[in-house]
């Protein structure tokens, strides 16, 4: 089985990344530049595991449970190691003029690893002019 690595430059003018478990194993991200306002990674560590899947805490968490949660907010050149695959995570909503721009290297051992649509479209934004989003495998 083959490892594969994605890179990836994402660029939010607005909006967030919404809480999620990440596909990859782990990711190494590199802020490149913070936005003014919002932009806040957030996240709780490790809340499943590959033997338990922690159902009644993640239920908690959707219900609005914040016993656990932890934030970040990266200066530029942040660069930050993170396992999402059993730490539910978002990135909160960008406000103000500057756009946050991050990129995310991560890592997988299936092969032919895949980018959710909505992560498509936040490293896509200003398609004709500044497409920012860089995938390749090697």
Same mark, same amino acid.
């Given at each position: 089985?083959?490892?594969?690595?994605?890179?990836?430059?994402?660029?939010?003018?607005?909006?967030?990344?919404?809480?999620?478990?990440?596909?990859?194993?782990?990711?190494? /991200?590199?802020?490149?530049?913070?936005? &003014? +306002?919002?932009?806040?990674?957030?996240?709780?560590?490790?809340?499943?595991?590959?033997?338990?899947?922690?159902?009644?805490?993640?239920?908690? &968490?959707?219900?609005?449970?914040?016993? +656990? @949660?932890?934030?970040?907010?990266?200066?530029?050149? /942040?660069?930050?190691?993170?396992? +999402?695959?059993?730490?539910?995570?978002?990135?909160? /909503?960008? /406000?103000?003029?500057?756009?946050? @721009? @991050?990129?995310?290297?991560?890592?997988?051992?299936?092969?032919?690893?895949? &980018?959710?649509?909505?992560?498509?479209?936040?490293?896509?934004?200003? &398609?004709?002019?500044?497409?920012?989003?860089?995938?390749?495998?090697?």
């Amino acid at each position: 089985m083959a490892d594969e690595h994605v890179l990836n430059v994402m660029y939010a003018e607005a909006g967030g990344h919404g809480r999620h478990f990440g596909r990859a194993e782990a990711v190494v /991200t590199l802020m490149l530049q913070p936005s &003014l +306002g919002g932009g806040q990674f957030v996240y709780v560590p490790q809340l499943r595991s590959a033997d338990d899947e922690n159902p009644e805490c993640v239920r908690r &968490l959707l219900q609005g449970d914040r016993s +656990g @949660i932890r934030s970040m907010c990266g200066a530029a050149g /942040t660069l930050a190691l993170f396992c +999402g695959h059993f730490s539910p995570h978002r990135v909160t /909503t960008v /406000t103000g003029p500057r756009p946050r @721009i @991050i990129a995310v290297l991560s890592y997988a051992s299936s092969p032919d690893p895949r &980018l959710s649509a909505h992560v498509k479209q936040l490293s896509m934004v200003g &398609l004709t002019d500044r497409v920012l989003a860089c995938v390749a495998g090697w």
